[in-house]
């Protein structure tokens, strides 16, 4: 609730004109605004303030000036009010509204056809409708994109709120009450004024009128009370919170606060007295819409100055010293001394016997002394004295001067140190090296005396006769102070310098120029303050953090004047400046410095491969990170951090996560380049520092990807692979195709060739000395009349021929091992029979062995034993050959082993019968052919060892054995 209180005590003061004035930053035309006359003020979501105007609409970001007019979109340039609902811009203009989507769209409304133009005062919204008042027709609603008025609506209505239950408005008739049954009643109580003005406080509304009345109205209690009136000011609005209330007229503005008004007119500092608004942005700053000198920012009021406009003598304050009345004696650079009383802001009286340049000025008692370019003035209680070379000083120019508790009077002067003891000079010290020349300021650290003469730092010895120099700068020295933590800091022409234990430390207080000229410092309870060719600052002790005062905190000009700080009775800071004398409130000071101001960080373009893109894609990244091509790969982008109260103070560190792995030094500079940015995702993250600060504010993220190219994705790889596996598949494939042709056309040539080695087979089998010799035998056994002989014979040579031929007929030439066995036994029995008493033969075959199942090669065994029969025991003289065949299983294999106990295959080979020979050596070299040619077309195994001889333990020939290794294969059933 407000407390009336605070207003009532001033209800009836009268407004009166100040010695003091206050500091104005104006913003006009030149400086960008699109027209003089403001209108309307309000600020944005980012912290941008919007200035209506009658020239058109601005977007203000505290230094530079975004114009908007009817040729971008507006209904008309002449603007009278701003609301934004939604994050819309809703503008109010003398015949309809525009609304800004903030993406450079408006969208026009006009009043009714016939409605004469009438100003838009107020846009509000309420249960969501919204509500637009004008001063000359009335109340209207914005419904289906229209403008429809709302029937037995007051017409002229300069400013309405909603309390939430109900919308209130000032009008000319009285305040009204606007309920949700779209009814009109005046609050009862109101007296019969015209209102101008309205604003909502909690649970009370603040109306003022164009008679200078304030009054406050409790919606509760429903009770009304005036807190102000000053029939001076015809009041146009009101902007009111818990702790003031500011008015403003044609006439300039007030602002009500603590039992106190603070007046703002011409007589204050303020260029023009035409108030047309008050707006206060949300770092607290007090904005002021001109009639006619544009938008004015109230620097505050923790600097107020005095100058000549005030009543002031001089603006060139070079030093001030305040004695036990409360008074200051000001010493000016061109206009002597004069005496000024704080209180009622009066110039008391000016000191006639000095008309010279004072440089400083001391206090011992009731004493003042008085240093000036030609001598030393001391006022007493007895009257004036003049002390000059005459009386010992070492020179007439006085640069400085120290009251010590010792009574004693440090004199700095041009060449040398005079010390004075109750108005006499007692002693002139020279230093060391003869160069201690103007010395400007003096400390105590500890016991000793410290002086700031020009080139350096000097100590008094102990014994008071020599100043000894302890330390050289580079640059004047302008002034010295010992602060409470026993830390000496000094100011020199070419910066600021502090003394730790290692020595002197430069202090760095920024890249502006001035800031390195250092004119002085002056230490106070809590804070340390240096004033420069850059504005004043401030090093807190608590927090370790130096602030900056310059035009926009309310110095009126950032040069400060040489040792001109003063510190009064109640911590107040005076100084003087070239445009003044400054005075700086302490209580207000702390109110400034203690803000805790959070400007937000916020992209204003975005151009990838310089083309623009929309903000808002990147802004909102960090809940979808926006995605680009890999060609997309070169970033400008451009941000801000509104901070109005000292636009130009911000400093930004950046960070791109994914690129960088450190912050970047902070800078001033608000746009990125990025170039051929590599495929990753990435974060961009912004700090925003004020002053003098290693502790960010404020940091936002904005987060983005690149896509890599298509040849880098991993799809693209596994195309890749699959295809080369495609190619080595095709390839593959294409070499086993055409393998399988070759081996197919191989088989087919094998399968001929074996054909013809079968024929061969069958014809080795049945040569032609076989036959003829078995005919022979026939032939014999039926001359012997051996019919029995003869007839056996016969049938068995039938049936062996029979079985070649079959066996020729068998696919592959494959045949069942039982018929193998027939064919060889009728074989060794023809033989047998031929050759008589020449050999035996025995056939052995494993019980195991599948002889019915199992098949084999036809005919290939036949050639072997009738090796062993010609080659192996025909040849035998001494003993009866025998020949045994043994079939077994083998693992996976049948093991067919023919072995003959004749002369061995060594003496055989030894032997030369051609015929016998060529028919041995067709018959083996066709088998083995065979087998090969089987081995090939049905890769199936059958494997020939040897033949070879056996010997006995003596070496002795025991035979001959050759070895068939067969895979097991069985008829297809």
């Known amino acids: ?32 605004l699109p027209q003089s006359q403001v209108s309307s003020i309000t600020q944005d979501s980012l912290g941008y303030l919007w200035i209506g105007t009658f020239g058109g609409l601005a977007k203000f970001n505290g230094i530079n000036f975004v114009n908007y007019s ?71 609603k914005l419904q289906n994109n229209q403008l429809i008025l709302i029937e037995h609506s007051p017409s002229r209505i300069r400013a309405a709120v909603d ?13 009204i009450i606007f309920s ?61 919170d818990s702790e003031s209330i500011w008015l403003n007229s044609s006439d300039g503005a007030v602002k009500l606060e603590n039992n106190k008004q603070v007046v703002l007119d011409r007589s204050t500092g303020l260029p023009i007295d035409d108030i047309t608004i008050v707006f206060r942005d949300r770092e607290g700053n007090i904005w002021l819409g001109t009639g006619g000198k544009g938008l004015q ?112 009077v440090y004199v700095g002067t041009g060449n040398g140190l005079a010390i004075l003891e109750n108005g006499l000079v007692t002693s002139v010290v020279q230093s060391d090296d003869a160069n201690l020349m103007n010395i400007r300021g003096f400390t105590w650290i500890e016991d000793r005396l410290l002086m700031a003469a020009q080139n350096g730092i000097y100590e008094l010895s102990e014994d008071g006769s020599k100043a000894v120099k302890k330390h050289s700068f580079d640059g004047a020295l302008n002034c010295i102070v010992t602060d409470r933590n026993n830390h000496v800091w000094v100011g020199t022409e070419n910066g600021l310098y502090k003394m730790f234990e290692s020595g002197f430390d430069f202090i760095f207080l920024g890249e502006r120029k001035g800031s390195e000229y250092i004119n002085f410092i002056k230490e106070g309870l809590d804070a340390v303050y240096i004033g420069t060719n850059n504005g004043l600052f401030e090093y807190d002790f608590e927090t370790n953090r130096f602030t900056h005062f310059g035009i926009n905190a309310g110095l009126v000009d950032l040069e400060t004047n040489l040792n001109s700080a003063f510190l009064d009775k109640n911590e107040n800071l005076w100084f003087g ?92 500079n608000k746009s990125l380049n990025f170039t051929n940015l590599p495929p990753n995702e990435y974060r961009l993250q912004v700090r925003a520092f004020l002053p003098y600060s290693e502790t960010f504010i404020t940091e936002q993220g904005y987060y983005f990807s690149i896509e890599s190219p298509f040849y880098q994705t991993w799809w693209f790889y596994l195309i890749v692979v699959v295809f080369c596996f495609g190619i080595l598949y095709a ?33 080795a089998s049945m040569n032609r000395h076989f036959i003829f010799n078995a005919l022979n035998s026939i032939q014999y056994f039926i001359n012997a009349s051996d019919k029995l002989s003869a007839n056996k014979y016969l049938t068995r040579f039938a049936q062996l021929i029979r079985k070649n031929l079959d066996s020729s007929n068998h696919y592959n030439g494959m045949v069942p091992l039982s018929d193998e066995l027939d064919r060889l036994k009728l074989y060794l029995d023809l033989e047998m029979m031929r050759f008589k008493n020449k050999f035996d033969f025995e056939l052995v075959v494993d019980k195991k062995v599948e002889v019915e199942e199992l098949i084999v090669p036809a005919m290939f065994l036949q050639p072997f034993v009738e090796n062993s029969i010609i080659h192996g025991v025909l040849p035998l003289k001494d003993r009866r050959g025998k020949i045994t065949i043994t079939i077994t ?77 067969i895979l097991k294969q069985y008829l297809d059933k």
Not at 163 to 175: K, Q
């Open 731 to 763: 390839a593959d494939r294409y070499r086993t195709l055409r393998k399988d042709r070759l081996n197919y056309q191989e088989r087919l040539e094998f399968q001929s060739k074996l054909l013809q080695l079968e024929q061969q087979s069958l014809n």
């Open 297 to 408: 920012k109230f620097s505050g009021e923790t600097f107020v100055h005095y100058n000549l406009k005030s009543g002031l003598p001089s603006e060139l304050i070079i030093s001030t010293i305040e004695t036990n009345d409360g008074s200051l004696w000001l010493s000016s650079y061109d206009q002597g001394v004069f005496q000024f009383n704080p209180v009622n802001n009066e110039i008391i009286n000016m000191v006639t016997p000095i008309n010279q340049v004072v440089w400083t000025t001391t206090a011992q008692n009731n004493d003042i002394y008085f240093g000036s370019i030609f001598g030393l003035y001391l006022k007493t209680n007895q009257g004036w004295r003049f002390i000059d070379e005459s009386d010992g000083l070492p020179s007439n120019k006085i640069t400085g001067l120290y009251a010590h508790d010792n009574g004693r």
């Open 70 to 140: 009817k040729r971008d979109g507006l209904l008309s340039n002449r603007v009278t009010c701003l609301t934004f609902i939604r994050n819309e811009l809703y503008i109010g203009h003398d015949n309809g509204i525009s609304v800004f989507d903030g993406l450079n769209n408006f969208t026009n409304l006009l009043f009714p056809e016939k409605t004469p133009p009438s100003n838009v005062t107020s846009i509000i919204q309420r249960n969501n409708e919204i509500f637009i008042s004008t001063n000359g027709q009335g109340l209207f």
């Open 180 to 240: 949700d049954d779209n009814t009109f009643h005046a609050i009862s109580g109101f007296p019969d004024e015209s209102y101008s003005g309205i604003d909502l406080i909690e649970d009370e509304i603040v109306v003022t009128s164009y008679d200078g009345n304030v009054y406050s109205y409790n919606l509760e209690h429903q009770q009304i009370t005036k807190v102000y009136a000053n029939d001076k000011y015809l009041w146009r609005s009101v902007l009111a």
């Open 1 to 32: 609730m407000i407390r009336i209180s605070l207003w009532l005590v001033v209800l009836f003061l009268s407004s009166f004109t100040f010695c003091q004035r206050y500091s104005f930053v104006g913003y006009s035309t030149s400086n960008g």
């Open 577 to 668: 400046t070239v445009g003044g004398l400054m005075k700086m409130n302490s209580e207000q000071r702390m109110s400034v410095r203690d803000q805790d101001v959070k400007p937000k960080i916020h992209l204003k373009t975005l151009s990838v491969n310089f083309k623009e893109k929309p903000v808002a894609k990147l802004s909102n990244a960090y809940q979808s990170p926006l995605n680009f091509k890999h060609f997309e790969n070169n970033f400008s982008i451009t941000f801000d951090a509104i901070y109005l109260t000292n636009p130009k103070a911000i400093t930004f560190s950046y960070y791109l996560e994914g690129l960088s792995e450190e912050w970047s030094p902070k800078t001033t």
């Open 889 to 965: 299983n083998y693992l996976n294999h049948i093991l067919i082993e023919i072995f003959d106990n004749g002369v061995g295959f060594e003496k055989s080979m030894r032997k030369k019968e051609d015929v016998q020979q060529d028919h041995e050596s067709q018959g083996v070299l066709i088998t083995r052919g065979r087998i090969e040619l089987l081995q090939k077309i049905s890769a199936k195994s059958i494997e020939l060892i040897g033949p070879h001889q056996i010997n006995e333990n003596d070496n002795s020939v025991k035979g001959t054995m050759v070895k068939f290794k």
């Open 163 to 175: 309390t939430g239950n109900e919308m209130i408005l000032a009008t000319r008739n009285g305040v």
